[in-house]
T-cell receptor, first 112, second 116 residues
């Protein structure tokens, strides 16, 4: 079963614009992670935010976590054509015996 | 290359045949995961190992599926009597022990299975 639900399912923006992707989940979590996947390739870890953190930055990435609303957002600033990929949120659930549960993903297209 | 390695990258087989995938994790990682991903979906958890012990299996893992990690290093995922519904990308990932929480997963490039 998939826990996270990303929103929107697809996003198309112009190079240089910011991209905001949202994720909602259902259960208590230890942490929430975002991954990126280029077509036909494996997933690459982008950022991890723990349940006691509210915001985290890494380069052009900013992630927020609101555990009261069971939601997270990923912001990519000053997007580039190379950011075109699928993005997934994944939750490490409390007591879930150390596995990540992924959402269905968001397809981001950045037009040059 | 010190990343996660998966073989074969592509496998085409006829329904009813058996297939085996191999995963070589990052050497110092003691946790190894298998996920399955179909087109347009996120990865779905199949099973995971801590060292050689298989600690959890998903209900998705029917009795036709078996995974092993005999020496706590590489792992194999075997599918017996393949069905067309088994067609998917099989992803392997590894990670360092993070206690009860799951830390960053390092994924391989996947093994794509097509069952005709």
């Amino acid at each position: 079963s998939q826990q996270g639900e990303e929103d929107p399912q697809a996003l198309s923006i112009q190079e240089g614009e910011n991209a905001t992707m949202n994720c909602s989940y259902k259960t208590s979590i230890n942490n929430l992670q975002w991954y990126r996947q280029n077509s036909g390739r494996g997933l690459v870890h982008l950022i991890l935010i723990r349940s006691n953190e509210r915001e985290k930055h890494s380069g052009r990435l900013r992630v927020t976590l609101d555990t009261s609303k069971k939601s997270s957002s990923l912001l990519i600033t000053a997007s580039r054509a190379a950011d075109t990929a699928s993005y997934f949120c994944a939750t490490g659930e409390t007591g879930a015996n150390s596995k990540l549960t992924f959402g269905k993903g968001i397809t981001l297209s950045v037009r040059p | 290359d010190t990343g996660v390695s998966q073989n074969p990258r592509h496998k085409i087989t006829k329904r009813g045949q058996n297939v085996t995938f191999r995963c070589d994790p990052i050497s110092e990682h003691n946790r190894l995961y298998w996920y399955r991903q179909t087109l347009g979906q996120g990865p779905e958890f199949l099973t995971y190992f801590q060292n050689e012990a298989q600690l959890e299996k998903s209900r998705l893992l029917s009795d036709r599926f078996s995974a092993e990690r005999p020496k706590g290093s590489f792992s194999t995922l075997e599918i017996q009597r393949t069905e067309q519904g088994d067609s998917a990308m099989y992803l392997c990932a590894s990670s360092r022990n993070q206690g009860t929480a799951t830390g960053e997963l390092f994924f391989g490039e996947g093994s794509r299975l097509t069952v005709l």
